[in-house]
């Protein structure tokens, strides 16, 4: 496998895994810090009536998780470079997976967005 072909694999895996585990703090109602710009402070709790900001949470999230389930993949598919030959129907299989679930998860995060906000 050529160098380049590793990098477009492992970022095409961090891009798509950075939405899913995005999504996965909206599907799961994982409890994540909040900011409170008003107060200037983090909480855990969410508090009624005050505003608070969970994006910035549910983005380190997203972002750090991905790095690290990348940094796994990016482990193996280092590690079995020389033996690996990738055909040009592989990577283009991977590029529709990719994109589509990239999509999805975009998709689904304007959704949750519009309705939890009840804009739709």
Same mark, same amino acid.
């Given at each position: 496998?050529?160098?380049?072909?590793?990098?477009?694999?492992?970022?095409?895996?961090?891009v798509?895994?950075?939405g899913?585990?995005?999504?996965?703090?909206? #599907?799961? +109602?994982? $409890?994540?810090?909040? %900011?409170?710009?008003?107060?200037?402070?983090w909480? =855990? /709790?969410?508090?009624?009536?005050?505003?608070?900001?969970? #994006?910035? +949470?549910? $983005?380190?999230?997203? %972002?750090?998780?991905?790095?690290?389930?990348?940094? =796994? /993949?990016?482990?193996i598919?280092?590690k079995?470079?020389?033996?690996?030959?990738?055909?040009?129907?592989?990577?283009?299989?991977?590029a529709?997976?990719?994109?589509?679930?990239t999509?999805?998860?975009?998709?689904?995060?304007?959704?949750?967005?519009?309705?939890?906000?009840h804009?739709?």
């Open positions: 496998m050529k160098k380049s072909d590793m990098i477009y694999i492992i970022g095409s895996v961090y798509t895994l950075t899913f585990f995005y999504c996965l703090t909206m #599907w799961f +109602s994982i $409890q994540l810090p909040r %900011y409170y710009p008003i107060e200037h402070t909480k =855990m /709790v969410k508090e009624k009536g005050v505003p608070s900001q969970g #994006w910035y +949470s549910k $983005q380190a999230f997203a %972002y750090i998780c991905a790095a690290a389930v990348t940094f =796994m /993949v990016y482990l598919v280092n079995m470079r020389n033996r690996i030959t990738l055909k040009s129907s592989l990577m283009r299989s991977i529709v997976i990719c994109l589509s679930s999509v999805y998860f975009l998709l689904y995060i304007m959704y949750y967005e519009f309705h939890h906000w804009i739709l």
